[in-house]
């Protein structure tokens, strides 16, 4: 489903992402974890090519971002990016947009969906978060939960076979967390093939087939959920482990 090789991604002479090796099966999902400023995102956001890897081969479905040699047809890219959903750690919602109106946007404005059949796809997913009640609010109207959730249908509305979700919790009060947490769990148990970025671990734990822990800009090591939370091999990860334990409340 998705396979990148020796992925490296710089910002002048800062290299983010030092030759990131992963692949992830259909269905499968993957947690990310680790210390910020590991590149957690910055693989994310190379994943759909919302920054241009500086070297390195992303392929989804076995069809590579760019071509052979290198170069990108922007069309290609934007109908590829259309099979990957992404949730930011901020809503991104259009504040003059209902939330029926911002989950309508993508499908009319780019899969040119007659706005008809997008208003009954966004009321679907609207549902599915459990937000048929707030179909009419605007994004100052809702809590932050309820606009994450927003984001997560507009997401879903584009009908995407991978779904990224980056820290999609990170900024919300911590009372709201379960709602968003909720909602990305049903999501797990239907099957959508996803990676998580995320600093919930007992989420990840329960969620995930699989944790890859990145310091440094390297996968440092990765397996199963107990593997990794509970027979740590590497010392960096069993010494972040211990932190996050320790700074929990």
């Known amino acids: 489903m998705i396979e990148i090789q020796d992925l490296r991604k710089s910002f002048g002479n800062n290299e983010i992402l030092k030759g990131i090796d992963l692949t992830v099966q259909k269905g499968e999902k993957v947690a990310i974890i680790g210390p910020s400023g590991s590149g957690k995102s910055t693989l994310l956001r190379c994943i759909n090519y919302l920054e241009i890897p500086t070297s390195g081969v992303v392929r989804i479905e076995n069809k590579a971002f760019t071509e052979p040699n290198g170069k990108m047809n ?33 499908p009319v404005t780019i899969r040119k969906m007659p706005k ?77 093939t996803m990676i998580l970025v995320t600093h919930e671990m007992k989420f990840a734990e329960e969620v995930a ?20 939370f509970h027979q740590t091999k590497q010392q960096r990860t069993r010494a972040f482990l211990n932190k996050v334990e320790h700074a929990a409340p």
């Open 74 to 106: 922007q069309a290609y890219v934007a109908s590829l990016r259309q099979q990957i959903g992404m949730v930011f750690q901020r809503f991104n919602l259009f504040p003059n947009m209902t939330a029926i109106e911002n989950v309508m946007a993508a």
């Open 116 to 192: 008809e059949k997008a208003r009954q796809i966004a009321e679907t997913f609207l549902r599915k978060v459990g937000l048929e009640d707030r179909m009419n609010h605007y994004p100052s109207q809702l809590s932050g939960g309820q606009q994450q959730r927003v984001a997560i249908a507009r997401a879903l509305a584009m009908e995407p076979k991978i779904m990224l979700f980056d820290e999609a919790t990170s900024a919300l009060d911590p009372e709201l967390v379960g709602e968003v947490l909720s909602v990305i769990r049903e999501l797990a148990h239907e099957g959508m």
């Open 209 to 228: 087939d699989r944790v890859v822990f990145m310091d440094g800009g390297v996968i440092v090591e990765e397996g199963t959920p107990h593997e990794v």
